[in-house]
T-cell receptor
Framework: DGGITQSPKYLFRKEGQNVTLSCEQNLNHDAMYWYRQDPGQGLRLIYYSQIVNDFQKGDIAEGYSVSREKKESFPLTVTSAQKNPTAFYLC????????????FGPGTRLLVL | GQNIDQPTEMTATEGAIVQINCTYQTSGFNGLFWYQQHAGEAPTFLSYNVLDGLEEKGRFSSFLSRSKGYSYLLLKELQMKDSASYLCASYNAGNMLTFGGGTRLMVKP
């Protein structure tokens, strides 16, 4: 079955700690995206990548970092610089950036201890 | 800037029809997406409108008026499983999606 997987489903972060959220897709999609969702707010774009070894900042990139070493994988690191990391994080992919339809993974809920 | 507005919450009765409105003010508008999201789950694609008019897909229909910056999602024969959030998103220049805050629909028996 083709799809997007995210792990873990829940993640706890201590103060000053960096944590990494996994996103993997086997849809052979070129473009991948990371969004943050807070209650009552729309999805906000953190980072996106059009092709391997390339990525661009979205609207709220501060305190986050990404890598795109493989087409299938687009991990997101929430660094200690992100002062309000508690949110639902969604990864998505599309065939390429020209094709607008994005398909989402199941999400990771990050909580701060 | 980009601005998407949709109602925060709506309530409807099982078997009824409900219309969820979305207005947008975006630059470089290419089209309008609707996604369904159950609590704690991933958004799933419902529809994409590029041209003006109504597109029907089973119990769900989506309408777009580019001149008015307006779209709606119409859900017919409501079922309890339709209780979810419905996200409106504009597809803009630069091939980016801008999402509204979502409309939480509660379907009552």
């Amino acid at each position: 079955d083709g799809g997007i997987t995210q792990s873990p489903k829940y993640l706890f972060r201590k103060e000053g700690q960096n944590v990494t959220l996994s996103c993997e897709q086997n849809l052979n999609h070129d473009a991948m995206y990371w969004y943050r969702q807070d209650p009552g707010q729309g999805l906000r774009l953190i980072y996106y990548s059009q092709i391997v070894n390339d990525f661009q900042k979205g609207d709220i990139a501060e305190g986050y970092s990404v890598s795109r070493e493989k087409k299938e994988s687009f991990p997101l690191t929430v660094t200690s610089a992100q002062k309000n990391p508690t949110a639902f994080y969604l990864c998505a992919s599309s065939i390429d950036r020209e094709e607008g339809t994005q398909y989402f993974g199941p999400g990771t809920r990050l909580l701060v201890l | 800037g980009q601005n998407i507005d949709q109602p925060t919450e709506m309530t409807a009765t099982e078997g009824a029809i409900v219309q969820i409105n979305c207005t947008y003010q975006t630059s470089g508008f290419n089209g309008l997406f609707w996604y369904q999201q159950h609590a704690g789950e991933a958004p799933t694609f419902l529809s994409y409108n590029v041209l003006d008019g109504l597109e029907e897909k089973g119990r769900f229909s989506s309408f777009l008026s580019r001149s008015k910056g307006y779209s709606y999602l119409l859900l017919k024969e409501l079922q309890m499983k339709d209780s979810a959030s419905y996200l409106c998103a504009s597809y803009n220049a630069g091939n980016m999606l801008t999402f509204g805050g979502g409309t939480r629909l509660m379907v009552k028996p």
